[in-house]
């Protein structure tokens, strides 16, 4: 068979890793590289590329060997990919990426059965976010979670030294519709004294006089009030381009510093806002080791899915035991995934760090 390797979407700290994954898999089969994104599938950059070619360091580092990006596909893109598949002979399609990517694929699937391509298609799941349907979790999110546990906790400290100064401070993690890289800056079961005060999610609804109260109260309470925020969490602050078509409209962050700018305002005291930015996905010098072989492994099923003639299907994780923590996988049809957001569940939508034990049980061996 010949096969097609691509990413769409960002990078993240473990995507190379799921690419050797794959071409591991792939062995036997003749493989082409999609570069550069959904842009590259339309307008034909595909070439060979041999697991020899992807160096073994490339699974520790950021950024994507591939090249990535993103792309609003319009009808006139699926024709002109459905071509570019077909004068390329290729057998089967492999995308590594998350919401968009597998409501692409499955578009992609549908445009080649109309147009009279044989095409088997396969997603591997990939987004710090960790908002994929179908996954206990997503390959890539268990390494910026890991960042967090491991960045924020020394800003809290170093806020608490300078707490005489700067009595507030707002951290800002990744998260645009979901509040999942939020949760795991709550991490702090090393350094319990030097927890965030409060949380704020996408799902749980700003309540301005509800923040203002309880950052005054963690002043009084402990001398300074220190926040975790989702980059989408208080979207009213803002004028970001929230619902942009596939994330096609670049979101520079900031609600921090409104919301740095509303507690100065209104309780007089001195607050910054801090952007963690793209440092969350691109730190693979912090990735962890857990999620680089569930990456891995995704790549590997995803390419034995297309050798064995299967289609319009993603690779599903789920966790098959806990003493030790172990991962299983099986396929999810596309059409249960493409373009669904899945949000933190109710059970852990609280702006009080101290109510997410339960949530830190379960992110424990993805960042270990």
């Known amino acids: ?52 070619d992807v160096p073994p360091a490339w699974t520790s580092r950021g950024g994507s060997w591939l090249g990535a990006g993103r792309r609003a596909v319009t ?45 088997c298609t396969a997603g591997i799941p990939k987004t710090v976010d960790n908002d994929l349907v179908g996954v206990d979790h997503c390959p890539g999110f268990g390494s910026a979670a890991r960042y967090l546990t491991r960045v924020v906790p020394d800003l809290a400290r170093d806020h608490a030294a300078m707490r005489a100064i700067e009595p507030v401070r707002i951290v800002e993690t990744l998260g645009r519709s979901v509040g999942w890289l939020a949760l795991a800056a709550t991490w702090h079961r090393e350094d319990p004294a030097h927890a ?102 995704a790549g590997r099923q995803a390419a034995r899915l297309l050798a064995d003639g299967r289609s319009g299907l993603m690779v599903g994780l789920h966790r098959v035991g806990t003493e030790p923590y172990t991962a299983g996988y099986d396929p999810v049809p596309l059409a249960e995934v493409a373009g669904l957001t899945r949000p933190v569940p109710e059970r852990w939508r609280t702006t009080d760090p101290a109510d997410l034990d339960d949530f830190h049980d379960w992110l424990s061996p993805l960042i270990a």
């Open 1 to 52: 068979m010949r096969l097609l390797i691509g990413q769409t979407g960002a990078p993240t700290a473990v995507v190379n890793a799921s690419l050797r994954g794959f071409l591991e898999g792939a062995d036997g089969h003749e493989v082409l590289a999609l570069r550069g994104g959904p842009d590259g599938l339309v307008d034909g950059r595909l070439t060979p590329v041999a697991l020899a």
């Open 75 to 119: 009808g006139d893109d699926l024709d002109a990919a459905v071509a570019t598949l077909a004068a390329h002979r290729v057998d089967g399609v492999a995308l590594i990426g998350g919401n968009g990517t597998m409501a692409l694929l499955r578009a992609l699937t549908e445009r080649a059965e109309q147009a009279g391509l044989p095409l």
């Open 196 to 297: 965030p005060h409060l949380v704020l999610l996408p799902e749980v609804p700003f309540d301005r006089a509800d923040f203002l109260r309880r950052v005054a109260d963690a002043i009084d309470a402990h001398g300074r009030a220190f926040v975790v925020t989702s980059e989408g969490a208080a979207r009213e602050l803002t004028d970001e381009p929230f619902e942009a078509a596939n994330h096609t409209r670049i979101l520079l962050g900031g609600v921090s510093r409104r919301l740095a700018a509303l507690v100065t305002a209104e309780l007089g005291v001195a607050a910054r806002g801090e952007v963690l930015g793209m440092v969350q996905r691109s730190a693979g010098a912090l990735a962890g080791d857990v999620d680089r072989r569930e990456a891995a492994e």
